[in-house]
């Protein structure tokens, strides 16, 4: 069994409508395989506060920095105290702490500044509500270290079509929302595998798995009646044949 990565998530007190996002973030960070470690889950009055930051951050395999301005600005000035809004983890701390375990997380809606001594790091980007979703999925792959794409080999042909030589997807959506229609559509004899039950098998949110049904149908290998039913066209079954997703 493979590790179960650990990860600290550091962040500003800026407001309860705050400490709320960074609360659910961290809850479906831990229903998708990773120790997350939050204070609001793990402090408790008396509670030594920069003992728990130091040990956390030592222990972490990853450190989450959720930027607001607030965060930004008391992280760049070193700023702490015995306020419990100031003990955040500030850059002298981090300094301390190989940044490549670092991910800046964007929360400010209108920039996107991260502490000075990171700011030439890749960050994740979850100020647009829209784009949520995709954010997760960029973070989660991250931290178990599952990139959406592998690194295709090299050619030995040159005048092979670019097209035929795109990389593939480590864990091809597509592959995976086709697999269960599959897997339902064989456990009955009606055309159609009922969507709630589609839902409840195949393990991404809702709002993902929506985006992915627009897609097949886009391609053209599933369709949908009006209670969101799936279907499999002539062409889905010749991609399930082709795919091995037939048991």
Not at 5 to 30: A, C, G, M, N
Not at 153 to 166: A, E, M, W
């Amino acid at each position: 069994m493979s590790k179960i990565p650990r990860v600290f998530i550091s962040y500003s007190h800026d407001s309860l409508e705050h400490k709320q996002w960074v609360l659910e973030l961290s809850t479906r960070l831990r229903t998708n395989g990773v120790d997350a470690v939050l204070d609001q889950w793990e402090l408790r009055p008396g509670d030594d506060l920069p003992k728990f930051m130091e040990i956390n951050l030592a222990q972490a395999d990853r450190v989450l920095m959720i930027c607001t301005d607030n965060y930004v600005a008391k992280a760049n000035n070193g700023t702490g105290g015995v306020g419990y809004e100031k003990m955040i983890v500030t850059s002298e701390l981090l300094s301390h702490i190989d940044s490549n375990k670092v991910i800046p997380i964007i929360r400010q809606e209108s920039t996107c500044i991260t502490p000075t001594f990171l700011r030439t790091k890749l960050f994740i980007n979850f100020s647009n509500q829209d784009q949520y979703e995709f954010a997760f999925d960029d973070l989660i792959r991250a931290i178990h270290g599952a990139p959406l794409f592998e690194k295709p080999p090299i050619s030995k042909n040159p005048f092979l079509k670019t097209k035929q030589n795109l990389p593939n997807k480590t864990i091809d959506p597509h592959i995976l929302v086709m697999k269960e229609i599959v897997r339902g559509l064989e456990k009955t004899s009606r055309e159609y595998v009922d969507f709630v039950s589609l839902m409840s098998s195949v393990e991404i949110s809702r709002i993902l798995l929506d985006h992915y049904l627009d897609e097949l149908k886009e391609e053209r290998l599933i369709v949908q009646n009006v209670l969101g039913a799936v279907k499999l066209t002539p062409n889905g079954r010749r991609y399930a044949i082709n795919q091995n997703l037939i048991s």
